[in-house]
């Protein structure tokens, strides 16, 4: 059975990763994104579409839905009273291995900002923290790029 998923990518800093979440979102058939806290949207100030994040989601921003949320906290209420089981990519004591987890349900997927991650108090929130282990010196990979893993795997692509 196919499930929907979602993202929420609250506070992305970089509008490149966020460009290329959106072509990755779109390849693999995500439903929506949504947009919280401080996340650059495809459009500017001006509504006109944003040429740097354009750049990297080589037109994806376009195919793939996506709306803008200020409170993430509201948003992941919101769409646990609707049903979907909510995901967050996070390293935490309480995570488990990405590889040992499945998508049982439609689901809304967390990524937080590319150093402080996701807050402690959504993590809270979450019906399930995600983790992609790191055998590297480096203790985390580019916020676009750990989407991607996570997304191919939990999409069974």
Not at 45 to 51: A, P, Y
Not at 73 to 101: C, F, H, M, W
Not at 134 to 155: C, D, F, P, Q, Y
């Amino acid at each position: 059975m196919n499930h929907e998923l979602c993202l929420i990518l609250h506070n992305i800093r970089s509008v490149y990763n966020v460009g290329a979440i959106f072509r990755t979102a779109d390849a693999c058939g995500v439903a929506k994104i949504y947009l919280t806290g401080y996340t650059p949207t495809p459009l500017d100030r001006f509504g006109l579409s944003r040429k740097d994040l354009h750049k990297a989601a080589l037109g994806a921003e376009k195919s793939v839905a996506w709306e803008q949320i200020k409170s993430p906290t509201r948003l992941v209420l919101r769409l646990k009273s609707e049903g979907l089981e909510i995901l967050a990519l996070e390293q935490s004591p309480k995570s488990v291995d990405y590889k040992n987890s499945e998508l049982t349900k439609s689901s809304a997927l967390i990524i937080g900002n590319e150093v402080r991650g996701v807050s402690e108090s959504l993590l809270e929130k979450c019906d399930k923290i995600l983790e992609i282990p790191m055998r590297g010196k480096k203790e985390s990979l580019n916020v676009s790029v750990a989407t991607g893993i996570l997304l191919a795997r939990l999409l069974n692509l």
